[in-house]
């Protein structure tokens, strides 16, 4: 009997001992305040299972995660960041970890799993509301927090941004842009993306992403320059999805990367830019090839040195869109794209793929392809990052690299022309095996 009695006890200490190391552990959280939403960064070693749902009287946010291990600490919320007033973590039934996020007021929300944990993002007071609606709550809701199950709050210091990166989901509202098979429309698909990549940009330390658009509205194209500019943004990324006419359009495919110019313009960059150009139906100084306007803006960007940080961002995003599928043409376009129109914000317009190919339209409409372009848009501002440290003169930083599912180091050496030794080495690195969701830090070439 007592034999019996010490196998079970040793079992049940096995099976917790390999329980606890198989748990995934999640970091501090993370917030930052932007002008449209308080944004709330989980990071993880591992992919989390999550749901989510509000609740009313009072207002919370509730996400429960599955197998993962909570740090401890005590929670210094800043006042200055409603709606989110609090949060809150305590062990669930099942083993589930349940995290409340108080807050002052009933607010629009929208969590996204991402490379290395996931992203809760809060509509703040003044914000449309986010275009994907909140999960409704549960038959069952849970019963009042109390009790011994409670853990301390997180603790969850506020980083002040360091560049600022404007996302700029091209259309929006009534302007639907190009429209494909089954409905799939291009405001649609660039809000997901730009949603995506402004959450990887939230998730990297030193950065902070502002969204010219949040939801499904429209803002001029002139007023979207200056929202960036009014926030002070390093670099203006505008997100849009091709099209070309029947029949010429059902075939052609591949991303594009333009940046602004007077001169050197294709045919089909000319007719893109006069159909980008006339959503806005009116107001602000409009212009043509040879206008004095437009000029004026490209020597003044020349002055700043602005066209040269143009190119290069629109560079490297160019290059990082190629691993993950055809580009349309293999370099920097040229157009005289309004949204462009910054003298001194490096600015790129992407279109990510065309919209008008029904194979394209359909990959677009995959939730899963549009959360790979935004990494690789996201890739390509790493790539350009230290050039944008030192455009505002601070110090340069590493590049960082998040590692994706089934990646090796060889593979991200070659990817980033560079030595695997000095990959291990700027990472302390012994081992070949990469767990996905990891942060690497690129040494320079």
């Avoid at 010490?6 to 930052?32: H, K």
Wanted: glycine share 10%.
């Amino acid at each position: 009997m007592r034999a019996r009695w010490f196998v079970m006890v040793m079992a049940g200490w096995l099976w917790g001992a390999v329980a606890a190391q198989a748990a995934i552990r999640i970091g501090q959280p993370l917030v930052r305040v932007g002008p449209h939403a308080v944004i709330v960064r989980l990071s993880s070693d591992a992919h989390v299972v999550w749901r989510s749902f509000s609740l009313s009287d009072p207002a919370r946010v509730v996400v429960d995660l599955r197998g993962v291990v909570l740090p401890g600490g005590r929670a210094l919320w800043p006042e200055h960041a409603p709606p989110l007033r609090d949060i809150r973590a305590f062990t669930h039934r099942n083993g589930m970890v349940r995290l409340v996020f108080d807050l002052t007021s009933k607010a629009s929300y929208a969590l996204n799993s991402l490379p290395g944990g996931l992203t809760l993002s809060l509509a703040t007071g003044g914000a449309r509301s986010f275009a994907a609606a909140p999960r409704p709550a549960p038959a069952d809701p849970a019963p009042a927090l109390r009790g011994p199950a409670h853990l301390a709050p997180i603790s969850a210091p506020v980083a002040p941004p360091d560049i600022v990166i404007a996302v700029d989901p091209g259309h929006g509202g009534i302007d639907t842009g190009a429209c494909g098979i089954d409905g799939i429309c291009e405001k649609n698909v660039v809000l997901r993306i730009g949603r995506d990549l402004a959450a990887l940009i939230d998730a990297t330390p030193g950065f902070h992403a502002f969204m010219t658009r949040t939801g499904d509205y429209y803002v001029p194209l002139r007023e979207r320059t200056a929202l960036a500019e009014e926030h002070h943004a390093a670099a203006f990324i505008s997100i849009h999805a091709n099209a070309l006419p029947d029949p010429e359009g059902l075939d052609i495919r591949g991303a594009e990367v333009f940046m602004l110019s007077q001169h050197g313009v294709s045919r089909e960059a000319r007719w893109l830019a006069r159909s980008e150009n006339s959503a806005d139906g009116g107001g602000g100084p409009r212009f043509g090839a040879g206008s004095g306007f437009l000029h004026n803006i490209l020597l003044n960007m020349t002055q700043n040195g602005t066209r040269r940080a143009s190119y290069d961002l629109a560079r490297d995003v160019l290059r990082a869109l190629h691993t993950i599928g055809p580009v349309h043409v293999d370099h920097v376009e040229k157009a005289n794209f309004e949204v462009l129109l910054s003298p001194t914000i490096p600015s790129i317009l992407i279109e990510t793929a065309f919209i008008s190919n029904p194979h394209e339209a359909l990959r677009l409409n995959n939730p899963a392809h549009d959360e790979q372009i935004a990494h690789a848009i996201w890739e390509g501002v790493m790539r350009d990052a230290p050039r944008l440290r030192a455009r505002l003169g601070m110090t340069p930083g590493p590049r960082l690299y998040i590692v994706r599912e089934g990646e090796t180091l060889s593979g991200i050496a070659q990817r980033f022309h560079v030595s695997i030794a000095a990959l291990r080495a700027a990472n302390g690195l012994h081992g070949g095996i990469l767990q996905a969701g990891a942060s690497l830090r690129i040494p320079s070439g």
